[in-house]
């Protein structure tokens, strides 16, 4: 966890989101999830517009680092695609994350985009939507949480460790925002809660 991150309110967040996308985007935001925290939403936006520092980035603004690649991989970390999708180390977190909610292994998870867009193109209520959408979301903060824990502290993380972080995470955010409360973690481990979440 970046330490150094602040934790918004979700107003003053979506302020920001609002007025950048005045000034610079038409579209409505689409992805914003009432379960989550605010830093979460925000981290994802910024993500969405190609705002999170990777190094190639910081390179380009003349920013000198030691190195130019990934932690985790150590190869180059030119987007942030890299860090949450194409990077061998993310790959392996996503693999798992597909197989515990039950989807089948050809969703596509190959870019953030495109995890969100096939998210929302699920067959099933709107709870459901959003309970998957949310494990997207939540995956893609845990890789970069994993990520910057490798750069900054030289922690190494396992795909096990990192799934098990997101699977007890969404469960508190479910338990505490969410309408869904009926969820007992014996289930939620095993996401054995279609009938629950309708
Ligand atoms: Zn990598």
Known sequence: MN???E??????VKEQIYKHMES???EEWKHWNSWMPAKINYFIW??????IPVK????????GLDDYLCPRC????????????ECVESVIVWRQIIDWLKLPSVA???????????????????????????????TMWHLWKARNGKEFKGIARTGESIVEEIK???????????????????????FNIRDIIK
């Open 46 to 51: 910024r993500v969405g517009i190609e705002r």
């Open 108 to 138: 596509d998870t190959s870019s953030c985009e495109k995890a969100l867009t096939y998210a929302d193109g699920l067959k099933g209520s709107i709870l459901w939507r959003k309970t998957v959408k949310m494990e997207m979301q939540a």
């Open 56 to 63: 190639t980035e910081l390179r380009k603004r003349g920013i």
């Open 24 to 26: 610079e985007r038409e």
């Open 7 to 12: 934790e918004p309110s979700v107003a003053t």
């Open 3 to 5: 330490s150094n991150w």
């Open 74 to 85: 150590r190869s180059e970390e030119k987007t942030v695609n890299h860090v949450i999708s």
């Open 168 to 190: 007890a995470d969404t469960f508190l955010w479910l338990k505490s925002r969410s309408k869904v409360k009926d969820i007992v973690w014996e289930r939620w481990e095993d």
